[in-house]
């Protein structure tokens, strides 16, 4: 079973879940503008992504810009930041068991599928 934190707006997000679903795995679809992950989630996501949080911030979004760029936050304020501005979260991440990878770009998906 694989897990995809999906945008339907972006198109590379479209694009590896399209490749996700070629695969031959069962495949979960979260669309986290909608379902907003919690803080739990979140820290359980950055633990099977290896990263930091602010590694998976979209810095071209212009609420970034407007409020947060060249700004210090802790990592704990970052996950919380991106809790409540999920539009910040970088996608598509794709989850399977206890890895994750973020698809940028969208090749890396093969790494996962």
Same mark, same amino acid.
């Given at each position: 079973?694989? *897990? ?12 590896? =879940? ?6 031959? !795995?069962?495949? @979960?679809?979260?669309?986290? =503008? ?9 820290? +359980? =996501? +950055?633990?099977?992504?290896? +990263? /930091?949080?602010? *590694?998976? $911030? &979209?810095?071209?979004?212009?609420? %970034?810009?407007? /409020? %947060?760029?060249?700004? !210090? %936050?802790?990592?704990? @304020?970052?996950? *919380?930041?991106?809790?409540? !501005? ?7 991440? $794709?989850?399977? !068991?206890? /890895?994750?990878? +973020?698809?940028?770009?969208?090749? &890396? ?5």
């Amino acid at each position: 079973m694989l *897990q995809i934190y999906h945008n339907p707006r972006c198109t590379i997000s479209r694009k590896v =879940l399209e490749e996700v679903r070629k695969s031959s !795995n069962e495949v @979960e679809v979260i669309e986290y =503008l909608k379902k907003i992950p919690t803080v739990k989630e979140l820290k +359980l =996501l +950055l633990s099977k992504l290896n +990263l /930091k949080p602010l *590694q998976i $911030v &979209r810095t071209s979004e212009k609420l %970034f810009k407007e /409020k %947060f760029k060249g700004k !210090n %936050f802790t990592d704990e @304020e970052w996950i *919380q930041i991106l809790h409540e !501005n999920p539009v910040l979260i970088e996608r598509p991440i $794709v989850v399977k !068991n206890n /890895k994750a990878i +973020l698809c940028r770009p969208p090749e &890396r998906v093969e790494e996962i599928i």
